[in-house]
């Protein structure tokens, strides 16, 4: 199977972005263990962790007493995303200077094409360089021919790594990756492969497409093509986002439709503005709500007419809320997603920035 090889992919991928600004803006947080997110009486969750945390084994997406159970004298900095979105716009317009194929997947990483630059290795350096003169924080990048290959060698040496997969390194490099390491393998998928005898990229590597799909349906195809190198996927630099939304955790359970209704009156507000400010509108709302015992279920409801202001979401929200609350309820999270998206205005289009 031939390696398609013309293309010069990068994957940059900022080292954790969220701590490494707050340590580098606080002093007193540099080289000490860092968390970004609620502190456990908030019932906050971790939103990133600097190395030095990731070491006690905080990663993202834990609960914060969890975190401070396993390193106590962790810091909790209140996350200040106005600040995230500034340097991940200073980042991005250093990629600009380089390429306009610029496919932005979050605030700290992205695919760049740079097919047109004369060594995509040099353009790495440069721009792992300028980024770090900038900003005083440090990136990693991935250097290869296709977005698969560029992701996975941009992990391999991180932080402040650079890593290059040659095409003629690609298949020996697939086949020593453990199968939950692959890009897009999630644990739930990677426990059945694992069921399967599928443990490496190398076990990979030896079923049929045939055999994939027919184990694991649409997505088999895609495990089959990456497992032998090949991802035909472009760098979109006008990738649209799927839904817009907010979600917001509460310190005390709300125990009243009153209080929840007032609650969710604020995140229609802030579902407004950003809609506003990605000159989107949407069809369909979705309403998730997480009780007190971590039960979670989401209503959605698709209107013919799509919704952008706080005037037409907030009374479906709220009818949505008051039709599937359960009885004598305790609210521990409520959330709105807007989505089946369209641009705001008929005439032209509008980039949007992916938050």
Request: contains cysteine; glycine residues 6%.
């Amino acid at each position: 199977m031939a390696i398609v090889t013309h293309r010069k992919i990068l994957h940059i991928d900022m080292d954790a972005f969220y701590a490494s600004i707050e340590q580098r803006d606080h002093l007193e947080y540099r080289d000490q263990p860092v968390v970004v997110g609620g502190r456990p009486e908030q019932r906050g969750a971790v939103a990133a962790a600097s190395y030095e945390a990731r070491r006690y084994g905080i990663h993202s997406a834990m609960p914060s007493r969890v975190a401070i159970q396993r390193c106590p004298h962790v810091i909790f900095a209140r996350p200040r995303f106005d600040v995230y979105r500034a340097v991940s716009e200073q980042i991005r317009a250093i990629f600009r200077d380089y390429t306009q194929l610029v496919e932005p997947l979050s605030l700290d990483e992205a695919y760049l094409d740079v097919t047109g630059c004369d060594s995509a290795i040099a353009t790495a350096k440069t721009i792992k360089q300028r980024i770090q003169e900038t900003t005083q924080l440090t990136a990693s990048a991935g250097v290869s021919i296709n977005k698969f290959l560029a992701k996975m060698a941009s992990d391999v040496n991180k932080p402040d790594g650079l890593y290059v997969i040659l095409p003629e390194d690609a298949m020996a490099f697939i086949a020593t990756l453990p199968i939950e390491k692959f890009h897009g393998i999630g644990p739930a998928t990677a426990r059945k492969m694992k069921h399967l005898g599928i443990v490496t990229g190398a076990d990979l590597q030896r079923w049929s497409e045939t055999d994939l799909v027919t184990n694991f349906g649409k997505v088999g195809r895609h495990y089959f093509w990456v497992a032998n190198a090949q991802d035909n996927r472009q760098v979109n630099p006008n990738r649209i986002r799927k839904s817009v939304g907010a979600e917001r955790s509460f310190a005390e359970d709300l125990q009243s439709l009153e209080a929840m209704t007032k609650a969710l009156a604020a995140i229609v507000d802030e579902v407004e503005a950003r809609l506003l400010k990605a000159n989107t509108m949407g069809h369909t709302l979705t309403l998730k709500i997480k009780y007190a015992n971590y039960r979670q279920i989401t209503r959605s409801r698709t209107l013919e007419i799509p919704m952008q202001r706080a005037a037409d979401i907030g009374p479906l929200a709220q009818a949505l809320l008051a039709h599937h609350l359960e009885s004598h309820p305790r609210v521990r999270l409520l959330g709105i997603a807007i989505a089946n998206l369209v641009p705001a205005e008929p005439v032209g289009f509008e980039q949007l920035s992916l938050l």
